[in-house]
């Protein structure tokens, strides 16, 4: 069956570093991938696409890079900010009717 | 421009009870969808419109009916709402499905059944 992992455990890091979140998908053959953010008591925000012929995507301070032979996209936030604290979520387009299927996303705390 | 908006933004329901929630948006987006997300379990997607008139079964559909009359509205119904649909409700519209887009979501509902 079709399956989305991302990091199961939140996330702390230090203001200042340079925070990786991984987002591994099986059963999938995506044409392309999202970051979507996502506050407490709030909807889910898009941030970064990227497509399967591409190997990176800038941002920013944003950085996606997406595998397809690692079925595997990592999402890099440089220079975090306590700003950055929010649970992020990666979709991936599941090739029928545009539909996103969504992990159950990361949780990213940067501690001042 | 508003955007995606949902209401109510809190709602508490008796088991057996029947409620709609209401999504609006402004943005003239042919696709609307909803979603509901637990604890661990991500968005699911519980049905999806691709335009004024027609609705299409989600992952996981059933318990839920949907209208879309009015191409800017999409409306989410239970008829008789269970403990296991506790849970926070997202719309979200994108402009026309072709191709990769982005999902433009609303603040939520959270909803409780009792």
């Known amino acids: 069956s079709q399956k989305i992992e991302q990091n199961s455990e939140a996330l702390n890091i230090q203001e200042g570093k340079t925070a990786t979140l991984t987002c591994n998908y099986t059963?999938?053959?995506?044409?392309?991938l999202q970051w979507y953010r996502q506050d407490p008591g709030r909807g889910p925000v898009f941030l970064l696409l990227?497509?399967?012929?591409?190997k990176e995507k800038r941002k920013e301070r944003l950085k996606v890079t997406f595998d397809t032979t690692l079925k595997q996209s990592l999402f890099h936030i440089t220079a975090s900010q306590p700003a950055d604290s929010a649970t992020y979520l990666c979709?991936?387009?599941?090739?029928?009717?545009?539909?996103?299927?969504f992990g159950s996303g990361t949780q990213l705390t940067v501690l001042p | 421009n508003a955007g995606v908006t949902q209401t109510p933004k809190f709602r508490v329901l008796k088991t057996g009870q029947s409620m709609t929630l209401l999504c609006a948006q402004d943005?003239?987006?042919?696709?609307m969808y909803w979603y509901r997300q637990d604890p661990g379990m991500g968005l699911r997607l519980i049905h999806y419109?691709?335009?004024?008139?027609?609705?299409a079964k989600g992952e996981v559909p059933d318990g839920y009916n949907v209208s879309r009359l009015k191409k800017q509205n999409f409306l989410l119904g239970l008829e008789s709402a269970a403990p296991s649909q506790t849970s926070v409700y997202f719309c979200?519209?994108?402009?026309?499905?072709?191709?990769?887009?982005?999902?433009?979501f609303g603040s939520g509902t959270q909803l409780s059944v009792l």
């Open positions: 979709a991936l387009e599941n090739g029928s009717a545009r539909q996103l299927t």
């Open positions: 059963n999938y053959s995506p044409a392309y």
């Open positions: 943005m003239n987006h042919e696709y």
């Open positions: 990227i497509r399967e012929n591409e």
């Open positions: 979200a519209s994108s402009p026309n499905g072709q191709g990769p887009e982005k999902l433009f």
């Open positions: 419109s691709v335009g004024e008139g027609t609705t």
